[in-house]
Nanobody
């Protein structure tokens, strides 16, 4: 079955950086488009970034100058590097496979001021 396991979250001070990882199993990862989402407290889940099998990337405008999404097809892993974090970035970050309704448990990001 499809499994997605996110990791790399944690507590960081404002201005800091984190790199999130998402290991995917149960699919042919290299041919799948992957997305990152986040859910901030009291808010709906929102799309953050997108990467295609050919490494074409797209970013949400609210973070596009501070994040980089990448993938390692040999390791079935998608990454989200985040810089210049601020308290408004706090929340749970999830990865997902485009076209499939599978979600991991997410990884918690907390940014202190």
């Amino acid at each position: 079955q499809v499994q997605l396991v996110e990791s790399g979250g944690g507590l960081v001070q404002a201005g800091g950086s984190l790199t999130l990882s998402c290991v995917v199993s149960g699919i042919n990862f290299s041919i799948k488009t992957m997305r990152w989402y986040r859910q901030r407290p009291g808010s709906q889940r929102e799309w953050v970034a997108h990467i295609t099998p050919s490494d074409t990337t797209t970013y949400a405008t609210f973070m596009e100058d501070r994040i980089t999404v990448s993938r390692d097809n040999d390791g079935n892993t998608v990454y989200l590097q985040m810089n210049g974090l601020n308290p408004g970035d706090s929340g749970t970050y999830f990865c997902t496979v485009v076209g499939m309704d599978h979600w991991g448990q997410g990884t918690q990001v907390t940014v202190s001021s």
